[in-house]
């Protein structure tokens, strides 16, 4: 059963526009979201991260989203550079030390 | 942000041979370190959790007396890959997790193991 679903294994988006990663999660414990980007041949990069007690989170390029009802986060990448090309991994954990569960990842290639 | 580091970065061994893998904090302690198997066009897979000073915890279907892992101190974990086979080329990812923090781990840059 997977509990972490990144239901797009690929996406394509042209420079400058807006990258929108969506991923679902079933497991209602999970209370710490986190993005993960990916090049091949290396460990992810940490990217951005929210907690269960906020809807939204942004950093410079970066926002997180979290719809807690609908058990859904989003990335939005705006402007999308083709430097973001990568694997994106949705990542989320709950308290303790528990281990992070991660969804299957989309690969995001931006067009120039 | 915190750093994790593995070495060796590649590896290439005979079948039967062992290989191991360190993964280290460089600037904080981490009571946990996580161990992860990525496959080709699939998602990462944990291995087993390692606790500093205690015995480590592994998945379902993981063989615990073939990835052996240590946990000597709060910045060290090490996999031990015992004699290798081509089965187990894979890249081999850890992480930490920084106590500061409630969910973020720090991952490694991974190893990749090629067992021939």
């Known amino acids: 059963d997977q509990q972490v679903k990144q239901n797009s294994p690929s996406l394509s988006v042209q420079e400058g526009r807006i990258s929108i990663l969506n991923c679902d999660y079933t497991n209602s414990m999970f209370d710490y979201f986190l993005w993960y980007k990916k090049y091949p041949a290396e460990g992810p990069t940490f990217l951005i991260s929210?907690?269960?007690?906020?809807d939204k989170n942004e950093d410079g390029r970066f926002t997180v989203f979290l719809n807690k009802s609908a058990k859904h986060l989003s990335l939005h990448i705006v402007p999308s550079q083709p430097g973001d090309s990568a694997v994106y991994f949705c990542?989320?954990?709950?308290?303790?030390?528990?281990?992070?569960?991660f969804g299957k990842g989309t690969r995001l290639s931006v067009i120039a | 942000g915190a750093v994790v580091s593995q070495h060796p970065s590649r590896v290439i061994c005979k079948s039967g041979t062992s290989v191991k893998i360190e993964c280290r904090s460089l600037?904080?302690?981490?009571?946990?370190m996580f161990w992860y198997r990525q496959f080709p066009k699939k998602s990462l897979m944990l291995m087993a959790t390692?606790?500093?000073?205690?015995?480590?915890?592994?998945e379902q279907g993981v063989e615990k007396d073939k990835f052996l892992i240590n946990h000597a101190s709060l910045t060290l974990s090490t996999l031990t890959v015992t004699s290798a086979h081509p089965e187990d080329s894979s890249f081999y990812i850890c992480?930490?997790?920084?106590?500061?923090?409630?969910?973020?781990?720090?991952f490694g840059p991974g190893t990749r193991l090629t067992v021939t």
């Open positions: 390692s606790n500093e000073g205690s015995k480590a915890t592994y």
């Open positions: 992480s930490a997790r920084d106590l500061r923090t409630s969910g973020e781990q720090y």
């Open positions: 990542a989320a954990t709950g308290s303790g030390n528990t281990p992070l569960v």
């Open positions: 600037d904080f302690q981490a009571t946990t």
């Open positions: 929210i907690s269960s007690i906020k």
